[in-house]
């Protein structure tokens, strides 16, 4: 789509950016990245008023131009690079009126660099509730822009952005807020004429960034660090004196415009949430008791709308298999496209039910107070209270979680977060335990509420939780630190939830989830299909042979015979031989050569391990739900001993390797984006390995 | 003194910062010379701590407070 104008959305952070851009992009906007960085680049459109359409990009919150997190720094790239193709014609700066000074700091230094700008002030409702009284008409006129009181959350005020967005002039015409050349007077000269830029903070600003923003070139680069050499060029007192002159001036502009009552307030609800939400005991307490509800609710909320998908995969490939002519190319679409696809289907409730979870905690900014909570724990073992997020959202999936260390300024705490993170149980591997768990542990209640499987499944959260705090301690005394960490971190009132954002972020999560795993789960049962239904040599054809003599027909039923002949098949097909391959590796955990096979399409996707069960134990291609491939399981019978072949050892053996083990081509690749090397990547694959395989071998030989 | 001794409910004024790289960062958020803070909460493990800081609440650990003097 193209737009007429382009306008970037800029503010701190919990300003209400995010409620902003939806209210004016509705549905319409996508989620990408900024080239060459791995930054969420989320771009809307947005209908105005004189029939025209707007682009509108959210960019990163943040408080000053000056990034303290990969994230920020896009921020500045994207206003000040004009070639860049999301260049904006007009800034709109969200500023919280509640917390006025501490916003404004930002807005002025966009203003300085000479872009269109106007400002949406945000929570006016709130503002008027607490009695603070801002003259908005001398604000703007101070100013020189437009200032549009709006109200995000109540969608108040929407329209008039949309109006002053259609009437934005092409030119800035803001009045200059500081004059920013006293800071360093040569040096801003210097690089003016070096770059022939007529913008004396454009100027500063690449002084101070120089190092790390990508459309200047090296040979710039490298002079602008020679002129800072020749003028003794001192980064941070030059961002200290500005920050100094900023708020000077943003003060007296605040003495004018803004009254405040001066009746002492008494103490905030927020306040009063804290004493308990943070309490010594009862904040853990709770803290571990929203995760056990938000698990059992994972469960026992999916399970209609689960069954109601499963069924309606099974409906529709009972019916083409009535439908289409029998032969290879159906059994290929109905059994193996369409048997893999049910497959990452049925949990599309249990991740928007894990998503609407995590995007409530965050919204109501209880995920903050959890940070809070948490630091001095996670310091001991070489994380930061920050690494909370990702750990939390990697129960979702490591992905997402992994590209959220963003916000962790610290290089070792990030890199250790990077690196635990795919150990916490995420939701691909639910489909794995829910399997397992379902053969081998009793469907009873135990204390009346807590069932025995909700129980185990609760347990392997927890062991996965305590497996990524050892493995972070170990990180922590092997890496070196780089710079010092910090937690300088706004702690945000606490809201009620935007049920709206919520929605967003459940169908966006659910709709990546299944994009992604889809095509991976697609070529990945073509491909097993294929395996497992052709191999080397002749040996099919032998088989076919053998089974056509009549004193086969005579011993078996026909149904048997076909059973026995198709599983003889299966292991002399090219997946069998593969399994058979590394049979020998496996078998000390107690694994036979089809889990073999499951293991490795598992390191594709984890979710893969079902459809790859269901392909496998669904000789006579029968329909391919969970629950006939669970039978099909519990009924395998191991030849060699006659018992089970899926005993309690072997299950939790399984268990245990799907805990460790990096199956996930996605989260390898994320991790190679994020550290932009491939040392880590390896290192993570190789130490998940050995860990997967110890624990497979320890828990098989215990329960043995 | 120092932020990191201040007591819950007691009102201290910034004077200055013991460490650049640190002020940089405080101040952009607010923190400045002359800013009014307040103790308002204490983690349950007794750091980080949050103060109440140019109307809204900041975190930051003991340490870190501890860069901050107090007129």
């Known amino acids: ?704 | 003194m120092r932020l990191s001794e201040l007591l819950p409910g007691a009102i201290g004024i910034v004077k200055e910062f013991t460490d650049l790289e640190m002020s940089v960062k405080l101040m952009e958020m607010g923190c400045l010379p002359g800013a009014e803070v307040t103790i308002s909460n204490i983690a349950p493990l007794g750091d980080p701590i949050a103060i109440n800081v140019a109307g809204y609440q900041l975190s930051l650990r003991k340490q870190e407070a501890s860069t901050i003097i107090l007129q």
């Open chain 1, 1 to 704: 789509m193209k737009a007429d104008i382009s306008v970037a959305l800029v503010g701190n952070p919990n300003t209400g950016k995010s409620t902003l851009f939806n209210a004016l992009t509705g549905l319409n906007q996508k989620i990408g990245n900024f080239p060459g960085v791995t930054v969420d680049k989320r771009v809307g459109y947005c209908p105005l008023p004189d029939g025209r359409s707007a682009e509108i990009i959210d960019l990163p919150g943040t408080y000053s131009l000056y990034p303290k997190s990969q994230d920020e720094s896009i921020v500045f790239s994207v206003l000040a690079d004009k070639a860049n193709p999301h260049c904006p014609d007009l800034v709109i700066v969200i500023i919280d009126a509640t917390n006025l000074k501490r916003n404004m700091l930002l807005y002025t230094q966009v203003a300085d660099l000479r872009i269109p700008v106007m400002i949406a002030l945000n929570m006016t409702d709130l503002t008027e509730k607490a009695g603070i009284d801002i003259n908005i008409n001398l604000f703007s006129k101070k100013l020189g822009v437009p200032v549009i009181p709006i109200s995000a959350r109540k969608n108040e005020g929407i329209d008039k952005i949309r109006e002053a967005i259609s009437f934005a002039n092409k030119v800035a015409l803001q009045q200059p807020s500081i004059d920013v050349n006293f800071i360093a007077p040569e040096l801003i000269g210097a690089i003016s004429d070096y770059l022939h830029l007529d913008n004396p903070y454009y100027a500063l600003q690449l002084a101070h960034q120089h190092e790390n923003i990508k459309f200047i070139s090296e040979t710039e680069s490298n002079r602008i660090e020679e002129l800072e050499q020749l003028y003794a060029f001192h980064s941070q007192k030059a961002q200290a004196s500005e920050t100094i002159a900023r708020y000077n001036f943003i003060n007296d502009l605040l003495f004018d415009t803004v009254k405040t009552p001066l009746i002492p307030q008494g103490e905030s609800i927020s306040n009063k949430i804290d004493k308990v939400l943070t309490h010594k005991v009862f904040g853990f307490v709770i803290f571990f008791a929203i995760l056990l509800f938000m698990f059992q609710s994972i469960f026992s909320w999916s399970t209609y709308p689960h069954d109601l998908i499963a069924d309606l995969f099974v409906w529709v490939q009972n019916n083409l298999h009535k439908i289409l002519p029998a032969g290879p190319l159906t059994g290929l679409l109905v059994d193996g496209v369409l048997g893999g696809l049910s497959g990452v289907m049925v949990f599309i409730p249990q991740i928007a039910i894990l998503f609407a979870f995590i995007s409530v905690l965050e919204d109501t900014g209880y995920m903050s107070r959890v940070t809070f909570m948490m630091d001095k724990l996670m310091r001991k073992v070489g994380l930061n209270g920050k690494s909370v997020v990702p750990l939390i959202g990697g129960f979702a999936c490591a992905v997402p979680s992994i590209m959220g260390a963003r916000t962790i300024e610290n290089w070792k705490d990030r890199m250790i977060t990077i690196m635990v993170t795919p150990l916490v149980t995420c939701s691909a591997r639910l489909p794995v335990y829910t399997l397992l768990i379902a053969l081998v542990v009793p469907n009873r209640n135990v204390w009346w509420i807590l069932n025995l499987q909700g129980l185990a499944l609760t347990g392997m959260y927890v062991f996965s939780l305590v497996s990524a705090i050892i493995v972070a301690f170990v990180f922590k005394l092997i890496l070196k630190a780089r710079e010092r960490g910090y937690f300088i971190m706004e702690i945000p009132i606490y809201r009620l939830p935007r049920w709206k954002n919520v929605g967003f972020s459940m169908y966006e999560r659910s709709k990546t989830f299944v994009v992604q795993a889809g095509k991976v789960i697609i070529s990945v049962s073509v491909i097993l299909w294929v395996l497992a239904s052709y191999g080397p040599g002749d040996h099919f054809k032998q088989i076919d042979l053998k089974y056509a003599k009549l004193q086969m027909s005579q011993q078996y039923q026909p149904d048997e015979l076909k059973r026995i002949k198709n599983s003889e098949k299966l292991e002399n097909s090219y997946a069998g031989v593969l399994g058979h391959v590394i049979e020998p590796v496996i078998k000390p955990l107690g694994f036979d050569w089809k889990i073999g096979i499951a293991l490795i399409t598992s390191f594709a996707a984890r979710e893969v391990f079902v459809g790859t069960m269901a392909t496998i134990y669904s000789v006579d291609g029968d329909a391919e739900r969970i629950e006939p491939v669970q039978q099909k399981m519990k009924a395998a019978v191991d030849p060699s001993t006659g018992q089970p072949e899926f005993s309690l050892a072997v299950a939790f053996s399984l268990m245990m390797f799907y805990a460790f083990a990096m199956q996930c081509a996605s989260t390898v690749a994320v991790v190679y984006r994020e550290t932009k090397s491939w040392r880590w990547p390896a290192i993570q694959f190789a130490y998940m390995t050995v860990l997967a395989y110890a624990a497979s071998f320890i828990a098989f030989h215990l329960l043995k």
